[in-house]
C-alpha cells in the first residue's frame, strides 16, 4: 500500500516538503537572496562611476598642471642668496657667462632691471666669465650698464673670473672698478672676422658650380664661394675691422679713463691676452682678488656695512626644456647656411 500511495503522486514538481530541508533556512523565500545580489550590483556600478569621473577630473587636472608649467613666468626672476645679511640691503651679483649673444644681452638686461626696481638693492657686481661675441651684444651690455649707474647712482664693479677677454672685457670697462681672480685671462682687445671658403669643395669635388649675379662689384664681398682678393681684405678691414676696433678702443679709454688714455689702449689693442698680475701692471683691472674681496670693494663704494648678497635666476620651465631639445637637434636651412657663409665681426678671443 505504501509502494501505491508514493506512485499517486501526479506531479512531483509539486512536492512540498512537510519539514524543514537541513542548510536552509526556515520562512524565507529563495527571491529574496536574489535582491540582496541586485543591490550589491546598483552598489558597485555607482563606485565604478564615480571612479571613472574622478579619473577623468584627475587627467584633466594634471592637463592644466602641463600648460602652467609650459608656460610658466618667464619674466619673473627668483633670487637666490649667495651670503646672508640684512633684508632690506642686497648687493645683486649679475651673471655673464659663455659667448656673449642676443641671448646673453636680453639677460644681463632683465637682471639689472630687476635690480633697479628692487629698492633694497645697494650696488651690483657684474661677474664674468666670457671669451666675447658679437659686437653688437657686447655693446649692448656695455649701454645697459653705463644706464644703469647713470639712472640708480648706485656703484657697480665687474668681477672676472676664468676669462674676460674681448667683449667679456669690452662689457667689464662700463663698471666703475674692476677686480679679477688670480688666474683670469683678460684682454685681447681687438676685432676678428673669418669665413669658410669652400670653392675648390664646391667645384672640384661635388661639381657644382655657383653663380652670384650682383649689381655692383662690391656686393658679395668677401664671398665663400671663390679665394678673396687682396684688395677685398683691404676693403673689409677698412670697412669693418678698423671702425670696430677704433669704437673698442674709445670705450675702454672712457671706461678707464684714470688710468689709461687713447694712446695707452692704442699700445695695448694688438688681440694680447694679459694674465691678471700683467693686467694690474697694464692698469686693465683695478684689483686681484675673490668673491669676498669684490663683496668688500662694491661694500665700500656703496657705504655699507652688511649686505644681503643674492643672484638672480630665471626659472626652468617645461618650455624652456623643450626649447633646448629643439635648439640642440640639427636644422639645416636657410638661415644657418647663411650664418655659415657669412663672415661675423667679433669681440672674440678665438684660440683656435
Not at 45 to 55: C, M, W
Not at 75 to 84: A, C, F, P, Q, V
Not at 192 to 216: C, F, N
Request: glycine fraction near 8%; proline fraction near 5%.
Amino acid at each position: 500500500m505504501e509502494y501505491q500511495q508514493n506512485n499517486n503522486i501526479s506531479n512531483p514538481g509539486q512536492y512540498q516538503p512537510t519539514e524543514p530541508i537541513p542548510g536552509l533556512a526556515e520562512g524565507k523565500p529563495i527571491v529574496e537572496t536574489r535582491r540582496k545580489s541586485s543591490g550589491w550590483r546598483i552598489l558597485f556600478v555607482i563606485i565604478l562611476g564615480l571612479s571613472i569621473i574622478a579619473n577623468f577630473l584627475m587627467f584633466f587636472m594634471l592637463i592644466g598642471a602641463f600648460m602652467f608649467l609650459a608656460t610658466g613666468q618667464r619674466g619673473d626672476l627668483t633670487e637666490e642668496i649667495i651670503r646672508e645679511g640684512p633684508m632690506g640691503t642686497k648687493i645683486a651679483m649679475i651673471n655673464l657667462q659663455g659667448v656673449i649673444y642676443g641671448e646673453q644681452a636680453e639677460s644681463v638686461y632683465k637682471q639689472l632691471q630687476t635690480a633697479r626696481k628692487d629698492r633694497h638693492v645697494k650696488a651690483v657686481i657684474m661677474q664674468v666669465n666670457s671669451p666675447g661675441g658679437t659686437i653688437s651684444a657686447s655693446d649692448q651690455i656695455h649701454e645697459e650698464i653705463r644706464k644703469f649707474r647713470n639712472k640708480t647712482n648706485k656703484p657697480v664693479i665687474a668681477f672676472m673670473q676664468g676669462v674676460a677677454a674681448s667683449g667679456g672685457y669690452y662689457t667689464s670697462v662700463a663698471c666703475e672698478k674692476i677686480i679679477a681672480e688670480p688666474t683670469t685671462i683678460t684682454g685681447s682687445i681687438g676685432v676678428i672676422s673669418s669665413y669658410l671658403v669652400v670653392q675648390e669643395l664646391l667645384e672640384d669635388k661635388l661639381g657644382i658650380l655657383p653663380v652670384t649675379i650682383k649689381s655692383g662689384e662690391k656686393k658679395d664681398w668677401p664671398s665663400s664661394f671663390r679665394t678673396p682678393e687682396p684688395n677685398e681684405i683691404e676693403y673689409i678691414e677698412n670697412k669693418l675691422i678698423k671702425p670696430a676696433l677704433d669704437r673698442f678702443v674709445n670705450v675702454v679709454a672712457e671706461g678707464r679713463h684714470a688710468s689709461l688714455t687713447v694712446t695707452d689702449v692704442r699700445r695695448l689693442a694688438d688681440g694680447s691676452i694679459f694674465g691678471a698680475q700683467e693686467a694690474l701692471d697694464e692698469k686693465l683691472i683695478d684689483k686681484i682678488g675673490y668673491m669676498n674681496e669684490a663683496i668688500e670693494l662694491v661694500k665700500s663704494l656703496a657705504g655699507i656695512e652688511k649686505a644681503r648678497v643674492v643672484r638672480y635666476r630665471e626659472p626652468f620651465t617645461l618650455s624652456d626644456f623643450l626649447s633646448y631639445r629643439m635648439k640642440n637637434t640639427l636644422k639645416l636651412d636657410k638661415t644657418t647656411l647663411y650664418e655659415l657663409s657669412t663672415p661675423q665681426i667679433l669681440y672674440l678671443w678665438s684660440a683656435y
